[in-house]
């Protein structure tokens, strides 16, 4: 995994977005509603899975990627249900020095949590030690403010549809940002079954968690020189 590349999502625009970030290089979009068949959405979600799909030369690989695919989307759709407003797939190469060059994949999401109002540290503090399993526990103060890092492993059930090409238990970072309000949380997770990269996942979340910005950066910028 080399170092990541940073493009600004198409959210910085919109008129209800209530929280600003921007994904590596490697990251696709998927809709978390199945869009319509012929519809442009259908066709922006095809091109997006073609761009994923087409640069893996391991056709083992890509077949069940493939199909996983479908199955994945029903998952989306449920994390929808819990407050899900982005999600993301990662396909990236082990390029580390004692990596074997082979492709990895993640899923990156951002799920919106109410909470009971609290001082933003507090709130930081609370998401984490009232969870259970989390381990490896950072507190930090980033650019949007306070948040607390951790890792969770576990055991996928195969409804999940999850790859298990890798074997093993499903690695989840996950970043919890406050929001300003004091009445909801932004859970920024990332999963991958490549839990021996689990530090350059971690730095990845960091990275990703670091440029997260709760008031529209772009306020008064036109993107012209």
Not at 26 to 53: E, K, N, Y
Not at 81 to 95: K, M, N
Not at 123 to 134: G, I, S
């Amino acid at each position: 995994m080399s170092a990541a590349c940073f493009a600004i999502h198409e959210s910085a625009r919109h008129p209800d977005a209530a929280i600003w970030f921007a994904e590596p290089q490697g990251f696709i979009p998927v809709p978390l509603d199945a869009p319509s068949p012929g519809s442009p959405a259908a066709d922006r979600l095809r091109q997006a899975l073609a761009s994923l799909l087409d640069p893996i030369s391991d056709e083992v690989f890509r077949q069940q990627l493939t199909a996983q695919l479908a199955t994945a989307q029903q998952l989306l759709m449920a994390l929808r249900e819990i407050g899900t407003v982005h999600s993301s797939i990662g396909l990236h190469r082990d390029d580390t020095e004692s990596g074997d060059g082979s492709p990895l994949l993640s899923l990156f999401t951002i799920t919106w949590r109410d909470t009971a109002w609290a001082p933003r540290s507090f709130a930081a503090a609370r998401a984490v030690a009232t969870a259970d399993h989390h381990t490896r526990i950072e507190y930090a103060d980033l650019p949007c403010g306070p948040a607390t890092l951790s890792e969770t492993l576990r055991s996928p059930a195969p409804a999940l549809g999850l790859p298990s090409t890798r074997g093993g238990p499903l690695l989840q970072l996950h970043a919890h940002l406050p929001n300003p309000t004091g009445k909801r949380i932004a859970v920024l997770t990332l999963s991958t079954v490549a839990a021996a990269r689990r530090e350059e996942y971690r730095t990845l979340l960091r990275q990703i968690a670091e440029l997260v910005s709760f008031e529209n950066p772009l306020e008064g910028w036109s993107g012209k020189a």
